[in-house]
């Protein structure tokens, strides 16, 4: 599948979270909106502002009907570890073979080295609304906010 574009239907897919649980995006389609965000590694600076940006605003994302789901190539193990660091209180899917980023087309940065960070908003009727591809984690902020109090 290519790159998945605003008015897309989100495809079906699923992961071991940072509990070492199964985790099936089935579970939330349809019942949510959904905020998927890609990130390139935990414990780093902008992705770590990202997920405390995202935990601040679970409450409020939550009280819209929201639901955020973080996802990078790093192990269960790692996720454990920066989740309870970060108190981050969402779903954080390990996509250590890639086999996510594929699914969803998202790109890699600076000559491919790093991977990209892309920021979906899917609505109830599992349409993708809003894809935001920007390095710049707090770029991502505003747009989500927005875009997520469009669709409740």
């Known amino acids: 599948m290519g790159e998945i574009k605003v008015g897309d239907k989100l495809p079906l897919f699923g992961g ?33 502002k990202q997920a405390c940006f995202f935990r601040d605003q679970y409450e409020e994302f939550k009280d819209l009907g929201a639901e955020v789901i973080g996802i990078s190539g790093d192990s269960v193990k790692s996720h454990k570890k920066f989740a309870a660091e970060y108190k981050l209180p969402f779903t954080l899917l390990s996509d250590e073979d890639k086999s996510l980023r594929k699914l969803f087309g998202v790109p890699t940065n600076l000559l491919g080295l790093l991977p990209g960070r892309v920021t979906y ?21 505003p747009k989500v906010v927005e875009a997520v109090k469009k669709l409740v």
């Open 16 to 48: 071991k979270d940072q509990n070492g649980n199964d985790f099936y995006i089935s579970s939330v389609l349809h019942k949510k909106v959904l905020v998927i965000y890609f990130y390139p590694k935990d414990d780093t600076p902008g992705c770590t």
């Open 121 to 141: 908003v899917v609505d109830k009727l599992g349409i993708v609304r809003l894809v935001f591809d920007s390095m710049n984690a707090e770029n991502h902020f």
